[in-house]
């Protein structure tokens, strides 16, 4: 069911950064507001946020409250003022920014107001290091001073949204958090409680700022940005109107960091907006441009993935948009706005679903496992439909769930995963995911297995049998990462031996380079299938993410085969096309999202997309629970054939250029 009440966000955002030193001179002498508005209209950007206060700590609109922390040279003290009445005026929202836990404004006249570690100093840089990332404690006075300038926000202007930068979970020892960390009986000198405590209190500060904010405006989209979602924000969603994922994929968070974030939280029911760069990099690389094909597979893979598009830039100091930016955003954006009509509520078809470690690593906040990137690039690169999930999650809606690697398994989490299996489910569990949080058992008895322990050789190697073996050498496949020894009980089925090497590779035996070759002998099992369980005992995933040998994913891929014999979508294209499928639920049609751009490790640094490969005559064959009356190629509208074989339908896609949707108009 469709929440209609739920915020929709527009799908052509630009994210306008302004941290502007008060070192530079004459701020925004050159802005003119109907030139700014023309320039971000000419370039289809419907949404653009802007600043109220910076990292520096500075205010770009006439503040009567805080008058000492205007920007001093701000030429135009209605900066924000005409921004957005000139935005509005052109049907541009305009959402304000907010920075909340680095100013550094604040924190010289204010160190008292600063987080602070185990020993009294301050996080992010030192005073001798150029930069505004000390971190200031929202649980000091601090929060006084920022619901003030909030409502002084909302009192001064038509606010259609917030964004509140720099909201995360820190481990605090300042007096405050001490102080409320006793009441709470938890102590303030263990670092994994302060971190505990870090979670808790910024939630708190979440719903306290989104319940005052509400005192004054019902409407406005609120934002909390952290450079990450994931498990950390389900249980405080409702102090969210929407989910901004900052993922710029050449300023740290790389190429994976998105898909990985964005299919877990798009499951939580609120509307979702990607937010990449125009930068080379990073966040302030002025004077920098993107590859056009890397702006178009980052809009492109958010709308493919359920997210509407957001494009950082930063404004000039003097106030001017630059024209070669926006001629770059605007032509993406162009073909966003093409693109949109396919794009409008679509909701994800999928069919497998990934628990992700994430919720089990409690004290590391940004943490996103090897484990889960690797099984990330398998399935995306066997084009299967699947979310990721968290142990809150519906199970039911899946046919196959996978516990990559790292995944514990709670008496709780046993019973509903038992559950999930009793009703016809079925399940791929890896290395230690199943035992029992402290590692000594399995603790889910459909995995048809005992722990004897650690494998007592690594590396070791796998050889496959007959089923899990299909189009693979019946030979040993070394397995670099050290997996499990394991027992089968009564009626599991041995997939796969172990064959072990001569020896361990130590100072007193050693052959060769590398690691020992094989001795031939045969073990222990390495996958093991209990019905409709298969258990691999290696970390195949974290090992994918690592060196990507092809037998990991093989062999993944040979198990998920023998689950789920008739996946949703099969086609003959590369490992290196992205395929999505979307439902329109509204216009009764599917929605295929087929993107082939290639990231190549071009540089020391950065992952970098400079061409369109395109290709030719691909064939796909889905298997959907409905008939299909008709198949385009859209936004061209161009018709294609389709026959039905074997209940799967199948057609040909004569090319995908870059990024191809295919409509399925459904009976
Ligand atoms: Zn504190």
Request: net charge negative.
């Amino acid at each position: 069911m469709i929440n209609v009440s739920r915020f929709e966000s527009p799908f052509r955002q630009v994210h306008l950064d302004f941290h502007t030193s008060p070192n530079i001179k004459n701020i925004a002498q050159d802005f003119d507001p109907e030139e700014f508005a023309t320039i971000l209209e000419k370039a289809h950007v419907n949404s653009v946020t802007c600043f109220a206060r910076c990292h520096h700590g500075m205010i770009y609109y006439d503040s009567k409250l805080f008058p000492e922390r205007i920007h001093p040279h701000l030429k135009n003290k209605d900066l924000l003022k005409e921004q957005i009445e000139a935005c509005h005026r052109h049907n541009i929202r305009v959402p304000i920014y907010i920075t909340v836990q680095w100013d550094q404004f604040t924190a010289e006249e204010h160190p008292e107001w600063l987080a602070v570690d185990g020993d009294g100093k301050p996080f992010g840089n030192t005073i001798f290091e150029p930069g505004f990332y000390r971190i200031l404690c929202v649980n000091s006075p601090y929060r006084d001073f920022l619901k003030k300038i909030t409502k002084e926000v909302l009192e001064t202007f038509p606010v259609d949204g917030l964004f509140f930068d720099i909201v995360k979970p820190t481990p605090c020892a300042c007096k405050h958090c001490r102080k409320e960390m006793e009441k709470l009986n938890m102590d303030p000198s263990s670092f994994q409680e302060r971190m505990r405590y870090g979670f808790m209190m910024v939630n708190e500060f979440k719903e306290d700022m989104t319940n005052f904010v509400r005192q004054f405006n019902k409407e406005c989209s609120i934002f909390y940005n952290k450079g990450h979602v994931g498990p950390a924000e389900r249980p405080v969603k409702h102090s969210y109107s929407h989910f901004e994922l900052e993922s710029l994929p050449s300023g740290g968070w790389g190429y994976l960091h998105f898909p990985v974030t964005m299919r877990y939280v798009r499951t939580l029911g609120l509307d979702c907006v990607g937010m990449t760069g125009r930068f080379h990099t990073f966040w302030g690389d002025f004077h920098s441009f993107k590859n056009k094909a890397a702006l178009e597979f980052e809009c492109f893979q958010m709308l493919a993935l359920n997210a509407k598009c957001s494009i950082g830039d930063q404004l000039d100091p003097k106030g001017k948009l630059s024209e070669p930016v926006y001629d770059l955003i605007g032509s993406v954006y162009s073909q966003v706005e093409e693109k949109e009509p396919w794009c409008r509520e679509a909701k994800p078809v999928t069919e497998i679903g990934v628990l992700t470690p994430e919720e089990f690593e409690k004290e590391k906040d940004m943490y996103i496992a090897p484990s889960l990137m690797g099984i990330t690039r398998m399935l995306q690169e066997s084009a299967h439909q699947f979310d990721i999930i968290d142990s809150q999650s519906e199970f039911s809606k899946y046919k196959v769930i996978v516990l990559p690697d790292f995944i514990p398994v709670s008496d709780e989490l046993s019973d509903k995963l038992g559950n999930y299996l009793d009703n016809g489910g079925a399940l791929i569990a890896s290395f230690q995911s199943g035992l029992n949080e402290s590692k000594e058992y399995f603790n889910l008895k459909q995995l048809g297995i005992e722990l004897v322990g650690e494998a007592p050789y690594s590396p070791d190697f796998i050889i496959p049998r007959d089923k899990i073996g299909k189009g693979m050498p019946k030979t040993e496949h070394v397995m670099y990462m050290k997996g499990l020894e394991v027992r089968p009980l009564d009626k599991t089925e041995i997939l796969g031996d172990t064959a072990i090497p001569y020896f361990n590779r130590t100072w007193k035996h050693f052959c060769s380079h590398k690691h020992t070759p094989s001795s031939g002998v045969l073990a222990y099992p390495s996958i093991l299938k209990n019905d409709k369980v298969i258990y691999f005992i290696h970390p195949i995933f974290a090992q994918y993410e690592k060196n990507a040998p092809r037998w990991c994913k093989q062999l993944f891929l040979n198990a998920l085969d023998m689950l789920l014999p008739e996946p949703l979508i099969r086609h003959n294209g590369p490992s290196t096309l992205l395929v999505t499928l979307n439902e329109q639920v509204k216009e009764n049609r599917m929605i295929l999202h087929l993107l082939h751009y290639i990231p190549e490790r071009r540089s020391q640094d950065i992952d970098i997309i400079e061409d369109v490969i395109p290709l030719y005559n691909l064939k796909v064959s889905l298997r959907l629970p409905q008939s299909v009356k008709s198949i385009s190629c859209v936004p061209q509208n161009e018709n294609l054939k389709f026959e039905v074989v074997n209940n799967r339908i199948e057609f040909t896609v004569p090319s995908v250029n870059g990024h191809q949707m295919v409509e399925l108009q459904l009976k």
